[in-house]
């Protein structure tokens, strides 16, 4: 060991280091507004670059350590050694693979002089990640600055030709969120856009306002969590469907509550407590989570050949209960997010990264049930239907209902896959017909199935709900008896072949 390691340090980390997201430099050519690291970039009291033989050191320790995957970051890691030709980069990533790290990669604005690609040290990167956040210039210049979507899509083509490994990485903004004039999400056509420059995958960043310090600096660019919870539903459709070509990283950010507590091991998982990773930055600072940059939280500081654990108010793990699965610790301090919990930023379901791999932690997914929504303004009626319902597998209640105000806004919400419903509701005028246009116009595709408890509803408003949602409007419950409602989610298993 070069280091002189605090005790602390090491027993934190003992058998669980896997990879390092190294902050080389705090220098960047671009000034977007989203940046989560204006504040390390924008003001440093002496470093803004870590010394090349510093960095050699940690990268040897680490990887004595565990780690086998390797980040180079910034500000923008391209900028390291410009003065001397990037030669310091190239040595450095050279070393990495000589220390046996199995996957380096840098992450890149892409506006480095492609010159750089052509690099035998750079050609031994086992993947180039490029920075873009729109599939338009239109979109992406405002962003991060203008002619760098060119500049950018200028080098995925040429390393494309070079045969590298190519990702992309885009922050979802609230113009990804937008539709196009044929009714397409922008964050939809970005997919689309990374799938024909040939990229390999692409990787996703929420810009929620969650009431941590990254608030504060990240720009104006967040979306209301109903909108984000429409939009992701519609992209994991399609990522399940295998209509995407390439594979899509893209974070959940929020679960209910009723489906955290339904599985805490799976919706708990938090970079601080799987001990996975570290951040290293220029000012000497060692982190975990990615949401304290900018701020003075760290685990421990490295300087004078040491690693010091900070054993103040200051160390980012105060806060956390580290032996139970809890919501982010670090955005659910003040939670505003009424009936839904946020998760942690890189909690990316179904995702294939390799620490996410070895970790198995999609083998704690619990298998997928029907989520139903119960409407009706007798709570008598809703017991007996929520008794019946809660007799068959495979199916969980995730609200209830009195008015059809409040049914349109839990489906709204939730996006349940069926709903069983009073048609009329005693004091509105407001019908299940209205309910179903409401939701049609909201879900679009992903409307829910629709099953009305009445005697009989006009015929008229039969073919209309038939009209607006087709095979989803699904039925008329006239008695509630157990095998009326085995029969209905029965049928609905066969029809989408559920097993």
């Known amino acids: 060991m ?53 960095a050699i050191k940690l990268l040897s320790d680490f990887r004595e350590m565990g780690a086998i995957k390797l980040t180079l970051m910034g500000g923008e890691p391209t ?82 030709e070079l045969g590298y490994n190519i990702d992309i990485t885009s922050c979802i903004s609230k113009y990804l969120l937008n539709r196009d004039e044929n009714g397409n999400l922008y964050l939809d056509r970005m997919i689309k856009f990374a799938e024909d420059l040939g990229i390999e995958r692409i990787n996703f960043h929420n810009l929620f306002k969650t009431g941590v310090p990254r608030d504060y600096f990240s720009g104006n660019l967040d979306v209301p969590i109903k909108d984000w919870f429409k939009a992701w539903g519609e992209i994991e459709d399609k990522v399940d469907n295998n209509e995407y070509s390439i594979p899509v ?23 601080c407590k799987s001990k996975s990773r570290i951040l290293i930055h ?24 040491k690693i010091v654990w900070d054993n103040s108010p200051t160390n980012e793990l105060r806060a956390h209960k580290m032996d139970e699965y809890t919501p982010c610790t670090n955005q659910f301090k003040h939670n505003k997010f009424g009936n839904f919990v946020p998760v942690c930023v890189s909690f990316k379901p179904k995702q294939q990264e390799m620490i996410w791999k070895e970790l198995n932690w999609e083998e704690r997914r619990l298998e997928n049930k029907i989520r139903i929504i119960i409407a009706d303004d007798n709570n008598e009626t ?33 996006t349940p896959e069926l709903v069983f419903s009073k048609y009329a509701f005693e004091g509105t005028k407001i019908n299940g017909l209205d309910i179903i246009k409401k939701s049609k116009e909201a879900l679009n595709d992903n409307v829910p199935a629709f099953n009305f408890i009445a005697m009989d509803i006009p015929k008229e408003d039969f073919i209309e709900a038939k009209r607006t949602i087709g095979d989803k ?10 095998a009326r409602y085995e029969g209905i989610i029965n049928d609905y298993k066969d029809y989408f072949n559920i097993k």
């Open 282 to 305: 220029p000012n000497g600072m060692l982190r975990v989570c990615s949401l304290m940059i900018g701020t003075p939280y760290a685990i421990a500081r490295y300087y004078d050949d």
């Open 79 to 160: 900028l390291y050694g410009i003065k001397e030709n990037n030669k310091p980069l190239l040595k450095l990533i050279k070393k990495a693979k000589e220390l046996g790290y199995e996957y380096v990669r840098i992450d890149t604005n892409g506006q480095f002089d492609s010159k750089l690609l052509e690099q035998p040290e750079f050609k031994m990167l086992d993947e180039v990640t490029f920075s873009i956040d729109g599939p338009i210039k239109e979109i992406n210049d405002p962003i991060r600055g203008y002619g760098s979507f060119d500049k950018c899509v200028k080098n995925i083509k040429k390393a494309k």
């Open 473 to 482: 409007m699904n039925t008329i419950i006239r008695e509630n008896t157990e």
């Open 382 to 414: 809703k017991r007996q239907i929520t008794n019946i319902l809660n007799q068959i597998e495979d199916i969980e209640i995730i609200a209830t209902a009195n008015t059809p105000e409040d049914t349109y806004q839990k489906i709204i919400e939730y």
């Open 2 to 54: 070069y280091y002189q390691i605090d005790q602390k340090f090491k027993d934190y980390f003992q058998g669980n280091l896997r990879q390092i997201f190294f902050y080389i430099i705090d220098d960047c050519n671009l000034r977007c507004e989203q940046c989560l690291y204006k504040l390390e970039i924008g003001f440093q009291l002496e470093r803004r670059e870590v010394d090349f033989n510093d």
């Open 249 to 271: 990283r893209i974070p959940q950010s929020f679960t209910t509550k009723e489906k955290f507590k339904e599985n805490p091991e799976y919706y708990g998982y938090c970079s």
